[in-house]
């Protein structure tokens, strides 16, 4: 089981805008996070679901998205995220954020692993202004954001492929494939 969803989780960047998954949704995404393990158990990690069309749209464009496909539009126009759920940390509770960047992939992995259970998809974004972002959508500035993850329903397919020698994902008749080390590669 978790291993079919792990292989169904792949990074979506193309979404089907018909479908927008709800607030009640998201957040059941957030409370799974609950369950996670957490530096010191200090739960320093704070999540803001975002599904109000405006807000969608500016937090888009303050993300880049596929950098090894930088010649085409990614996501297509019409086909972008329908939700996000911004992951922060709280310099109030936590001092040194250092740890929580770990805390936050741990998280981060969760929500999309319960996305795809939904029958979501998503896509963790790194590449991010979080000034904009902050300002989007007012938030403190006792908050760092450390991954924004974009939300909705896949309308493309994405599939992992053997790593013949390079790691960058590539597309093939509207395909998206992404190389994976093998287990002999990954081992040391
Ligand atoms: C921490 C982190 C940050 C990422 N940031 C971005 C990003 O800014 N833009 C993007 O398009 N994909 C981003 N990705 C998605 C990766 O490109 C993707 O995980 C990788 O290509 C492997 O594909 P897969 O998730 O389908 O296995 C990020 C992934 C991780 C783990």
């Known amino acids: 089981m978790l291993r079919e969803l792990l292989e169904k989780n792949r990074s ?38 975002v599904t109000n069309e405006e807000e969608c749209r500016a937090v888009f464009s303050a993300t880049k998205w596929a950098g090894y496909l930088k010649d085409m ?32 992939g741990i998280v981060s992995h969760t929500i999309l692993l319960r996305a795809a259970e939904m029958g979501y998809g998503g896509c963790m974004i790194g590449s991010f202004d979080e000034k904009a972002v902050k300002e989007t959508l007012g938030l403190s500035d006792t908050l760092e954001i450390t991954l924004v993850l974009a939300l909705g329903k896949a309308d493309e397919s994405s599939k992992i492929t053997e790593n013949k020698g390079d790691i960058k994902y590539f597309r093939e008749n509207g395909v998206h494939y992404v190389p994976k080390r093998s287990l002999k590669e990954i081992l040391i």
């Not at 927008?20 to 010191?40: G, Q, V």
């Not at 539009?73 to 911004?86: F, K, L, Q």
């Open 12 to 49: 979506i960047r193309s979404f089907d805008r018909s479908v927008k998954p709800s607030e009640s949704e998201l957040l059941d995404m957030i409370e799974c996070t609950r369950l996670c393990p957490s530096s010191a158990n200090l739960q320093a990690l704070k999540f803001k679901p």
């Open 73 to 104: 539009e990614i996501p297509p126009r019409g086909h972008e995220p329908t939700a996000y759920i911004i992951v922060a940390n709280d310099k109030e509770i936590a001092k040194n954020t250092v740890p929580f960047y770990k805390d936050t």
